[in-house]
């Protein structure tokens, strides 16, 4: 590609002209991430372009360059809890921003791809299709396009049933497929993928709400054993070891403006088929003479993005 901009820009006396842009807009799952870039002055390679046109590989062997022939560059990276708090325009905006703060030197002057721009000092300026007409941001689109690849890959160790790996959290075919098959996980944008969930709703948001509960009980010392623990009487959410106690654990999960507290679902019919539950599984586990417990952990999906986490131990005795 042609430098064109950034030669105009640089042979008004600017040295440190920053380019900036942003993958993950349109994804369904993880961050959104941009990337500053200053470059030298008169820099140039004909290998830069738009990351969009380039090859996976071609990308890394790229982003391996810059990194080392930048003057500097800033990362800023908004997750998908923040996306679905503030909106994917905004959230874009705050990440851009935060990158150009993290830039070591100041710059001069910078270009933004695109027609929004952040709330930076120096003004930046939009240019629409930037990343095919800059180097600047091209060279920032393949250093966000790869910062969030990387990201996606170590999501899909956590959740291999998306293919974030292939994917990168994009809609494909396969990936809409399985939002609908078995819901949505903790990386997911909710507010991207309530499309999805139409119809089977519950599905997907008590899969989220289960996801939560598994990640609150590992971070206080919880073991997990099995989840989604199914037979024809009913079924177990998580069961789980903690200190020498096995515990069976019904998760109920509400979004804002759900009809009363989730934990009041779990009624005594509830509770019964559970204990049945229990008793299945601790005879296809040849488990005897040991300690259990019930418990239930309640959770409350805000409007806001934020997740209201009730643990009631010893909920229950069947």
Same mark, same amino acid.
């Given at each position: 590609?042609?430098?064109?901009?950034? =030669?105009k820009?640089?042979?008004?006396? %600017?040295?440190?002209?920053?380019?900036v !842009? @942003?993958?993950?807009?349109?994804?369904?799952?993880?961050?959104?991430?941009?990337?500053?870039?200053?470059?030298?002055?008169?820099f140039?390679?004909?290998r830069?372009?738009?990351? =969009?046109?380039?090859?996976?590989?071609?990308? $890394? $062997?790229?982003?391996?360059?810059?990194?080392?022939?930048?003057?500097?560059?800033?990362?800023?990276?908004?997750?998908e809890?923040?996306?679905?708090?503030?909106?994917?325009l905004?959230?874009?905006?705050?990440?851009?921003?935060?990158?150009? $703060?993290?830039?070591? $030197? =100041?710059?001069?002057?910078?270009?933004?791809?695109?027609?929004?721009? #952040?709330?930076?000092? #120096?003004r #930046?300026?939009?240019?629409?299709?930037? !990343?095919? /007409?800059?180097?600047?941001?091209?060279?920032?689109?393949?250093?966000?396009?790869?910062?969030?690849?990387?990201?996606m890959?170590?999501? /899909?160790?956590?959740?291999?049933?998306?293919?974030? !790996?292939?994917?990168?959290?994009?809609? %494909?075919?396969? /990936?809409?497929? =399985?939002?609908?098959d078995?819901?949505?996980? #903790?990386? /997911?944008?909710?507010t991207?993928? &309530?499309?999805?969930?139409?119809?089977?709703?519950?599905?997907?948001?008590?899969r989220?709400g289960?996801?939560?509960?598994?990640n609150?009980?590992?971070?206080r010392g919880?073991?997990?054993?099995?989840?989604?623990?199914?037979?024809?009487?009913g079924?177990?959410?998580?069961?789980?070891?903690? &200190?020498?106690?096995?515990?069976?654990?019904?998760v109920?999960?509400?979004?804002?403006?759900?009809?009363?507290?989730? @934990?009041?679902?779990?009624? &005594?019919?509830?509770?019964?088929?559970?204990?049945?539950?229990?008793?299945?599984?601790?005879?296809?586990?040849?488990?005897?003479?040991?300690?259990?417990r019930?418990?239930?952990?309640?959770?409350?999906?805000e409007?806001?993005g934020?997740?209201?986490?009730?643990h009631?131990? !010893?909920?229950?005795?069947?």
């Open positions: 590609m042609e430098a064109i901009i950034d =030669k820009i640089w042979q008004k006396g %600017t040295y440190n002209l920053a380019g !842009d @942003e993958a993950g807009r349109g994804p369904l799952a993880g961050p959104v991430v941009a990337s500053a870039i200053i470059l030298p002055r008169d140039y390679d004909s830069i372009d738009d990351s =969009k046109k380039l090859s996976e590989s071609k990308r $890394e $062997e790229l982003y391996n360059y810059l990194i080392k022939n930048c003057v500097c560059y800033g990362i800023g990276i908004i997750d809890k923040e996306i679905d708090r503030l909106n994917i905004k959230a874009s905006l705050k990440a851009m921003k935060i990158a150009i $703060e993290n830039l070591s $030197e =100041k710059p001069d002057k910078i270009i933004v791809d695109g027609k929004y721009k #952040p709330d930076v000092k #120096p #930046p300026y939009a240019i629409i299709d930037g !990343d095919s /007409h800059s180097i600047s941001i091209a060279s920032a689109s393949i250093i966000a396009k790869v910062t969030r690849d990387r990201i890959k170590e999501y /899909h160790k956590k959740y291999p049933e998306y293919r974030f !790996d292939k994917n990168k959290g994009y809609g %494909t075919r396969y /990936h809409i497929e =399985k939002i609908k078995i819901g949505i996980s #903790p990386v /997911h944008r909710v991207f993928c &309530q499309k999805f969930l139409i119809g089977d709703e519950r599905k997907g948001i008590g989220y289960e996801d939560i509960a598994c609150y009980l590992r971070k919880y073991k997990i054993i099995e989840r989604n623990f199914r037979r024809s009487d079924e177990i959410d998580i069961v789980a070891e903690f &200190q020498g106690t096995l515990v069976f654990i019904e109920k999960t509400n979004k804002k403006g759900g009809f009363g507290e989730p @934990e009041f679902r779990v009624t &005594q019919k509830k509770q019964k088929q559970i204990g049945k539950m229990a008793n299945i599984y601790l005879q296809e586990m040849n488990l005897y003479n040991i300690d259990c019930f418990d239930v952990l309640a959770i409350k999906l409007k806001d934020f997740v209201k986490i009730n009631i131990k !010893d909920a229950f005795w069947v």
